[in-house]
């Protein structure tokens, strides 16, 4: 099956946002062997639409549409797609049911409406997330036609629980997938490490750069979940092996999951201090949910009275060290501990940039400290290899900070080999 | 000039990279007032490309490729655009001489050279971070084709410091874009406010959603950047005078940035409180770089007894109303002013979802309270219309918490009509 993506969107043409649409629906399709030969970006523009749609219809299988599903007079997706494929929209009652109950108590724009209206015959994809559904229908040539709506936190929910079940219907081969997720070594060396094993056709592995990490994904094709799960087990084995204990789960998405996960198995607490991160942890610490049975207590100290006054790092230490010091992250992580009664503190200070770096401390200096009332552990993050953001290295910092609270619990060196 | 891009890369059409050069490359031609029409994105496959090259060399003036142009055997964007436009490829001595400088006392692997082989007749685009080239030449129809390398590091500054300047040279029309950032009113009751405003041709006006928010777009084409602004003047006093104080900004891009800037520019600071929220208004806070010298102080306190302990909520506030509570909020903004010293306090509590929600109590209801140390206010954000998941309530409660730092520090109504 050939697959084609149009993303309908002006603000795309205009740089304005990034299409993650296409990507989003890219991995998807890749994850059930679907082949995605094209993807086109078109503004909102019923002539350029048009054109696109049939270009498509021409050459592919199932054609993809995001975006341009809205309420207002640019949204034209459905109208021009429905046109170029010789439907037409009509009122789906059902789906403004649905809509209307989205506004109880309040009074629902008179443009909402046109959200219901879909092409005659397609089958609704739910928006769990939003007011415009989605649909998918077959075209008189045979040709599926798919519309999600724009924006990433509806496409998702969408895309995962209603289009691609709907797409593997009568599919017979099954394809499972696993992830092992890899903290503290890049996609490069553990490419070279696994070269060998990438070479299989089925299972497949590949392995994929991740914000600060990297993973490896193993795809087995087969007749029965349990026959893929089974072919792909040895195959995780033996990566795991090769890789160490820098692998940090298998199909765990994040380290905050797998951190939030393990404290709450072993029924202890976290409690953070944080300077340059600045609540960054703690964000996503607790964007878990269930995370407040295991994390109580999160300083943001950004200014040295306030490192002094809540977590009782002394004057002295910042006097002599600075606030950028192994010293004053260690006394962070212990005073946090003892401000909390928390099992285990952290505390992160550094340089997130771009202001503030010198050339003994540079932009993207940031320590981390570990504490657990008995022990302490401190370990430097620096910078190098490319050029990055303040937002990189908060988010690294913060992944650092879960991998050795990771590490603690499983009884691993609290400071991996690739630290400091 | 009507442009078109072609991204070129199998990587993208498998989701493994985000299609982040179509967006550089669109905001640059936005700045300069070149009409981008199509985007498309084609796999390491020469008939396809070869296609889609035919396809825009029809259709549009300007012809821009990013990817491809690199020393492996699956870069194949040079040869394929060259044959498609009727040009030969040439070895470019120049090129070549500054490529072997690259790697002073080091020997350059054989494939490297390939990337000088170049259009012949082109100019060639310098690339400051990288090994291939860019170039830039016009066909026998007159249509100007760019190519770029797909690594953004090296793709933005061939961009802005070469390709940008080339094409400007002998421009006369300028075109002007201001963003008008709204909070507390949605695009579609926004859209219908300014439908008759929609319509105008030059300046154009435009509502686009975000998440939370949303934002008018007015763009106008003119002969010089003063008489494009003097264009988009009335129109976007007209904007702000119908949409009334729900507009936080013109071209401050997020309630955070603008937050930190009018702290800053009134010498106040702020401290934070969160439950529900854990960190993330701190951390969105903390994105703005120069933020540390009007925040000093957070506290993520998600356990009541930290509420209790850090904020001096009172026990019996907990016991009798609840954590999630218009009375705990308050008492949070006043505990952490009272705590930090900063002029202003912000205490949010609420629930995020999914669990824990009550009939009385759902997902999503959030109190946030805001004091001055002499005066506080609350109110609660109530869920309403879709259904939306845990990301959202956190996001968007941080979203409003700064919308209300920003009607204290503007001397607005803290709670704006839309509330409660």
Chains 1, 2 share one sequence.
């Not at 809509?99 to 739910?126: I, T, Y």
């Amino acid at each position: 099956m050939i697959a084609e993506i149009i993303s309908v969107g002006t603000e795309l043409l205009l740089g304005k946002v990034v299409n993650t649409d296409t990507t989003i629906v890219a991995q998807a399709l890749s994850g059930i062997g679907v082949d995605l030969l094209y993807a086109a970006t078109v503004g909102d523009n019923p002539a350029r639409l048009k054109k696109a749609v049939e270009d498509a219809l021409e050459r592919s299988d199932l054609l993809i549409t995001t975006g341009g599903l809205g309420p207002t007079g640019d949204d034209l997706t459905k109208e021009t797609v429905a046109a170029a494929a010789g439907r037409k929209l009509v009122f789906h009652q059902e789906s403004y049911d649905r809509l209307v109950a989205q506004f109880p108590g309040r009074e629902m724009s008179k443009n909402m409406e046109k959200q219901v209206w879909l092409p005659e015959g397609c089958d609704v994809l739910l928006n769990d997330n939003g007011t415009a559904p989605g649909c998918v229908f077959t075209t008189d040539k045979g040709k599926m036609v798919m519309m999600f709506p724009g924006p990433p936190s509806e496409l998702v929910p969408m895309l995962n629980n209603y289009a691609i079940p709907y797409l593997l219907k009568g599919d017979e081969a099954i394809i499972v997938s696993h992830n092992i997720h890899i903290y503290g070594k890049g996609e490069a060396p553990v490419a070279m490490q696994i070269a060998d094993l990438m070479e299989s056709a089925n299972p497949t592995v590949a392995p994929y750069a991740k914000e600060g990490e990297c993973f490896v994904r193993v795809t087995a094709k087969a007749s029965s979940e349990e026959e893929a799960d089974e072919m792909c087990r040895p195959i995780i084995e033996e990566i795991k092996n090769r890789v160490g204990d820098f692998v940090y789960s298998v199909d765990v998405e994040s380290l905050e999951e797998l951190v939030v996960k393990e404290l709450m198995e072993q029924g202890k607490t976290l409690a953070t201090a944080e300077s340059c991160t600045g609540g960054y942890l703690a964000k996503r610490i607790t964007d878990i949910s269930g995370s407040s049975s295991v994390f109580e207590t999160g300083c943001v100290t950004y200014a040295n009275a306030t490192k002094e006054k809540l977590l009782g790092v002394k004057h002295e230490t910042l006097e002599k060290y600075g606030a950028v010091s192994e010293q004053t992250a260690r006394e962070m992580a212990e005073g946090i501990v003892k401000l909390s009664g928390a099992d285990i503190g952290i505390g992160i200070t550094g340089i997130a940039g771009p202001g503030g770096g010198s050339e003994e401390k540079p932009v993207g200096l940031i320590y981390l400290a570990l504490s657990d009332g008995e022990n302490t552990w401190v370990t430097a993050r620096r910078p190098f290899g490319r050029r990055k953001n303040r937002e990189w290295h908060r988010f690294v910092a913060a992944s650092h900070a879960l991998d050795m609270v990771r590490r603690y619990l499983e009884g691993l060196p609290v400071i991996g080999e690739d630290s400091l």
